[in-house]
């Protein structure tokens, strides 16, 4: 299947920093690209959908100013968690779809706020 | 190395029909699996999970069957319904964290 990836794979930052997570699609354009966030045990929670060249849709309850999306390119979207604090600590996932019929998922980033 | 597999790209049953979704892994250490379902150009949305002390969990017309020997876990959908059709992932988690590892996925097409 397709390659997405995800970097940094782990992120470990002080209370209050900024920490950017960047997501591409290797060998094929996105135009849509998700973001989620795994906590331990749980699923999956979808945080907002990405689209190339527009604004992120964010899920009800996903503060927009504090997890920052950008979608510049098809093959790049990037989720900026601004002021970062220890409840903030998780698995961050995204996931890019080709097509509507496709969606790969990348292998998570995890991020841990001291 | 792929550690969790879907074989079937796509499964085809017939509405009322019994629909079952298989998923093998491969790493001993995942403890916990679970099912998302699919619609063409949105994100997954969480259909049910099992914890591997368990060997089945049940919720509604989804049932989840776990074999651990086997390293199998399989989906069942019964009766199935044409709003079925959608991608179906299993994914699976083997650390604290939650880090989860996901099949490719498998299309199910309800036929009315």
């Known amino acids: 299947g397709a390659v997405v990836s995800q970097h940094p794979s782990w992120v470990i930052c002080k209370s209050g920093t900024s920490v950017k997570i960047e997501c591409r699609s290797l060998d094929f354009q996105a135009t849509t690209m998700f973001w989620y966030r795994q906590f331990p045990k749980q699923s999956l929670m979808l945080m907002a959908t990405s689209n190339e060249g527009s604004k992120a849709t964010y899920e009800q309850g996903v503060e927009k100013d504090k997890f920052l999306i950008n979608h510049a390119s098809l093959t790049l979207s990037t989720l900026t968690v601004t002021s970062a604090h220890p409840e903030d600590s998780s698995f961050y996932i995204c996931?890019?779809?080709?097509?509507?019929?496709?969606?790969?998922f990348g292998p998570g980033t995890r991020l841990t706020v001291l | 190395d792929q550690q969790v597999k879907q074989n079937s790209p796509s499964l085809s049953v017939q509405e009322g029909r019994i629909s079952i979704l298989n998923c093998d892994y491969t790493?001993?250490?995942?403890?916990?699996f679970l099912w998302y379902k699919k619609y063409p150009a949105e994100g997954p949305t969480f259909l049910i999970s099992i914890s591997s002390i368990k060997d089945k969990n049940e919720d509604g017309r989804f049932t989840v069957f776990l074999n651990k020997s086997a390293k199998h876990l399989s989906l069942h959908i019964v009766p199935s319904q044409p709003g079925d059709s959608a991608v179906y992932f299993c994914a699976a988690v083997g650390d604290n964290a939650g880090k989860s590892t996901f099949g490719d996925g498998t299309t199910l097409t309800v036929k009315p």
């Open positions: 790493n001993s250490m995942f403890d916990y």
């Open positions: 996931s890019a779809s080709p097509s509507p019929d496709e969606q790969f």
